[in-house]
């Protein structure tokens, strides 16, 4: 039988949601992703249906914040600064890394700007399409 804990600590590392910002920050975003999807079939108390849906508001809002501040920092380091200098050299194994690394980090700046915890990298670009705004190319 799965309890609370047990479900939790198998998504998230932690036996409870996170409540501080560093539990927060402990926890992988592909893993709150996981967390929140799928359905449940089966809660006769509501309290763990209570517990996802504490868990879909999406991180604290200054978390949030600072974690899109830095998805965007990286973004601008790995795309418009580094990309063109690797590619100028002619280095374009560490050009093309680096450009994946950039739409990596400009994905996860839409799925926090519509607080929506990312999947993981294999979904990540799949599942923007699922986003609001976010129209397919």
Known sequence: MTTYASYFER???LDHLPQTEAE???VEEYALRAAVSGEIFHDPTG???AML???KKHYPKEL????K???FALFEQCGPYNYPRMAGRGDMAAANLLLAEAVEHAAKVLYLSRKTYAPHKKW???GLEELS???KA
Request: hydrophobic share 35%.
């Open 47 to 49: 309290r763990f249906s």
């Open 124 to 126: 990540l670009i799949r």
């Open 11 to 13: 998504i998230l590392g």
């Open 133 to 135: 705004g976010c129209e």
């Open 53 to 55: 849906e504490q868990l």
């Open 64 to 67: 949030c914040e600072r974690k």
């Open 69 to 71: 501040m830095q998805e």
């Open 24 to 26: 927060w920050i402990y």
